[in-house]
């Protein structure tokens, strides 16, 4: 096991990937699975993805709030750097930034796939 990292010392780090992307893994344990992001921790820089970096969790049954206790499988969070988020057309990619115009003559920055320019943010 590694060492827990100090997140009181750590910069935020800037993440590009938000809640139900899908994403691919391309390092570590999990590499090659591909899952849903689940939760994003910028103050980390670490993300969680369904079924991915699976840990056994251990717990101490608490009968006042109804857990049960035992060892539970549940998704261990991933650096971000070991993933890439998945084009629908082209699989792993880098994202790309483009300004688009709102209505009410705002502009937002939207997401898009280096490759092909197909935006990547759901509506
Ligand atoms: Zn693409």
Redo the contacts with the bound molecule.
Sequence with gaps: MSAKLKKDKREPVRIQLKKNDNVKVIAGRDRGKTGRVLDVDSSTGRIVVEHVNMIKKHTKKNPAKQIAGGIAEREGPIAVSNVMIL?????P?RIAHHMVAAPGGKTIRQR???????T?DKK
Excluded: A
């Design positions: 084009c629908p057309k082209c699989g990619v898009i796939c280096r490759k092909c320019g197909q990547l």
